[in-house]
Every structure is written in structure tokens, then in C-alpha cells.
């Protein structure tokens, strides 16, 4: 825009100075003309330039002294030559761009005057539509200026708005993400590390219960403890670099690691703990199978603490298209729908059998819903709990699909 005025203002002025040579040959105002005619021609530009590349500091006034200079050449150039009155077009948007609106409109209503006595000073007679012209130009002119820079004002505003939303969406989803990252590393703690430290707690008290009385077995429960400790670190390490679970990490499949589960688990404990594979295996993604693991350890670890239990058993069966995990016991049982044991959302208060440590039903719950699945608990007092996890199988690809179709007869 400020280059198109400059144009417009640049070539204004050259066709009022030939217009003036040509109809005053030999007037001996020429060389003012002809000297304010450069004058012109060199302060616009350059005062236009200062205005955009030379911005004032910050609280300080506009510059205003080349606005000032161009009108001041200006109205001295139409006062020695009427000629020179329709420069003002330029004149009116450079001072509607600089100066403010109750500041531009008297100078652009007294410009719009001078142009009036301008064109009655010209020779030849006074046309109506010469008085009329200039003022509905002025008029029109100002009025899209200022609309066009209240709409630039609400666009400014707008997008001032958007860039904020954003800003604060961003810092949401900071805070969403490190909330979310902060149950990963709850659930993870729970499922691997405190239980494996609840599983030591306890061998080694074992271990120190028969110490004096059987020194065989209570070192066979210090080497239980440190096989514990072992697969510990092991989990503590693949943790921090967010790998998937050490059972899993050396190409075992889900029932293979269940079963071994199973198996430690009456060997550490003394629970005897069975496995019961049901259906053909099926292709599962490795979160739904960590998802699994990590919830058949919990629940594991909730009968070991507080079921009372003297049997439990871990069943893995592939139906259609979901895989569904129950973990059974026999231990006292409690009742999923009393109040304060376990509420619509998940939630488990910490005197809750299968959620004791604040986080079992909760992050179990938790982990299924990442995965599409979903979590039911069946229990009663003095019968026993099963807790039964779900998730969706992996889609086959369209030609395994092909292949296990039944063949038309």
C-alpha cells in the first residue's frame, strides 16, 4: 500500500507539473513550481520510508515532521499553482495511516477545502461538479479507510485471541500429557516394583522366622529374594528406558509367559497358583499383551496380600475376537457394590481387597480402557474373586482371513 501511494503521489505530480508547463509557458513562477515540484517528489518518498523501516521506540510519538513537511510543500505548490489540488488523494491516506482518526479527519476535511479553492482558482469558470467532487472523494476515502482498519483491528484481535488459545491449549496438553505420563509410571511402579519389593518383604521375613530352627530353608527363601530382586532390576531397567515387560522382551508368547507366571508365583508364595489355556492363541499387540501380564501380576499380588486364599488359577482364552484374562481365588471374597469398596468409576479405596494399595483396580481399569477393553470384578463374601480383563484381538491380515474361511461346499 505505501509503495502504491508513493506511485500514485509520484505520478499525480508529475501530470500536475506538466499540465502546469503546458498551459503557463513562460510564467515566472516556474522555477518555485519546478523547485517545490522536487522538493515534493523527494520528501514523500523518503518520509514514507522513515515511517516503515524507522519506526519510533517504544513509547515514544509517531514521527510526524515528514507528514508535517509534505503537507506544508503542498499547500504552498497549490496556492502558486491550483494545477497541483489532486495530489491531495495520496496526501488524505498517508494521513489517515498516520495519524489517528480524530487527528486525520480535520486535516483531510481542511486538505479536501484547499482542493475546493484550488479548483475555483483554476481558470475557465467555476463547475459545480468540480465543488461537489472532492469532498464525496474526501468523504469515501475516509470512510473505507477507517473501515477497512476497524476490520484489520478485529482481524488483529482475532488472531491475538488465536495465538493465545493456542498457547493455552499447548500448556494443556503439557499438563494433560504429564499427568497422564505420571499414572503410566504409578501403574508400572505398582505392577513391578512394589510388588516385587512386597514379594522380597516377605520371603525374607519368612527367611527369618526359621533361620535358627531350619537354616535350609530360610536360605532357600533368601535365594527366592534375590532371584526377586534380580527380575526387579531387570524390570527397573526396562522401565526407565520404556521398554516392554522383561517376560516378554525375549520372544515368549503370552500364555508361555502366564504359565511361568503361574508357576513362580506358587514356587515364591506357596499359593498354588495353576494355568488354563483356553482356545487357540491368537495375534495380540504387545501392549495388550504387557496390559495382561502386568494385570495378572496385580490381581496375583492382591490374593497373595489379602484374599486369604489357598488355591488361585490364571485362565487366558482367545473367544472370536477379544482375549479375555480371569484371575479366580478362593480366598474370603468382599462385595464389589457395598459402598466405599468399589464405585462406578474404578475407583478402589485402599480397604478394598483387590485395590489395598490405591492403585489395583484403578490402574487395571486404567490400562484396559487405553486399549479398548474392559474390566469386570465378580466376588462375594466367603466365595471368592475373579477378576476378568478383556481386550480386543488384533485385526487379521485379509489373507489369513481368506485362508481360515470355510471352504464352500
Do not use: K
Amino acid at each position: 500500500m505505501a509503495v502504491l501511494l508513493d506511485s500514485a503521489f509520484l505520478l499525480l505530480l508529475a501530470t500536475s507539473l506538466s499540465r502546469f508547463l503546458t498551459h503557463h509557458p513562460g510564467n515566472p513562477r516556474i522555477p518555485w513550481v519546478l523547485g517545490l515540484s522536487i522538493t515534493l517528489a523527494v520528501a514523500q518518498p523518503v518520509g514514507s520510508w522513515l515511517a516503515h523501516h524507522r519506526p519510533p521506540a517504544p513509547g515514544r510519538r509517531r514521527r510526524l515532521w515528514p507528514l508535517t513537511l509534505v503537507t506544508a510543500i503542498w499547500v504552498v505548490l497549490v496556492l502558486i499553482a491550483p494545477s497541483f489540488a489532486w495530489c491531495a488523494v495520496p496526501l488524505v491516506y498517508t494521513a489517515l495511516r498516520t495519524l489517528p482518526a480524530r487527528a486525520a479527519i480535520p486535516l483531510v476535511a481542511a486538505l479536501t477545502l484547499l482542493v475546493v479553492v484550488g479548483e475555483v482558482r483554476l481558470p475557465g469558470g467555476v463547475d459545480a461538479n468540480l465543488l461537489l467532487l472532492p469532498p464525496a472523494v474526501a468523504a469515501l476515502a475516509t470512510s473505507v479507510f477507517l473501515y477497512m482498519e476497524r476490520q484489520a483491528e478485529r482481524q488483529r484481535a482475532l488472531i491475538a485471541d488465536l495465538v493465545r488459545t493456542r498457547r493455552e491449549l499447548a500448556e494443556t496438553e503439557r499438563r494433560e500429557g504429564t499427568l497422564a505420563e505420571r499414572e503410566r509410571l504409578a501403574m508400572e511402579i505398582h505392577d513391578t516394583l512394589a510388588q516385587g519389593l512386597s514379594s522380597q518383604q516377605m520371603l525374607l521375613q519368612a527367611a527369618d522366622r526359621t533361620w535358627d530352627g531350619d537354616p535350609a530353608t530360610a536360605r532357600a527363601h533368601v535365594r527366592t529374594a534375590a532371584d526377586v530382586a534380580a527380575r526387579n532390576l531387570a524390570e527397573a531397567r526396562r522401565f526407565v528406558h520404556d521398554l516392554a515387560p522383561a517376560e516378554l522382551a525375549d520372544g515368549r508368547t503370552l500364555d508361555q509367559v502366564l504359565r511361568s507366571l503361574a508357576e513362580r508365583e506358587s514356587a515364591e508364595s506357596g499359593l498354588p497358583v495353576r494355568f488354563h489355556l483356553d482356545g487357540a492363541p491368537a495375534p495380540l499387540p504387545a501392549a495388550a499383551q504387557a496390559a495382561l501380564l502386568r494385570i495378572a501380576q496385580g490381581a496375583l499380588a492382591n490374593v497373595r496380600e489379602h484374599a486369604g486364599a489357598s488355591a488361585a488359577a490364571l485362565t487366558l482364552s482367545f473367544l472370536g475376537d477379544q482375549a479375555v484374562l480371569d484371575v479366580a481365588d478362593n480366598g474370603r471374597g468382599f462385595d464389589p457394590a457395598s459402598p466405599g469398596t468399589s464405585s462406578a468409576d474404578g475407583s478402589a479405596p485402599a480397604s478394598s481387597p483387590a485395590g489395598s494399595r490405591g492403585h489395583g483396580l484403578p490402574a487395571m481399569r486404567a490400562r484396559l480402557r487405553q486399549l479398548g477393553g474392559a474390566l469386570t470384578v465378580e466376588s462375594a463374601p466367603g466365595e471368592g474373586t475373579v477378576v476378568s480383563a478383556a481386550v480386543p484381538l488384533a485385526p487379521r491380515p485379509p489373507a489369513e482371513q481368506r485362508r481360515q474361511a470355510p471352504e464352500p461346499r
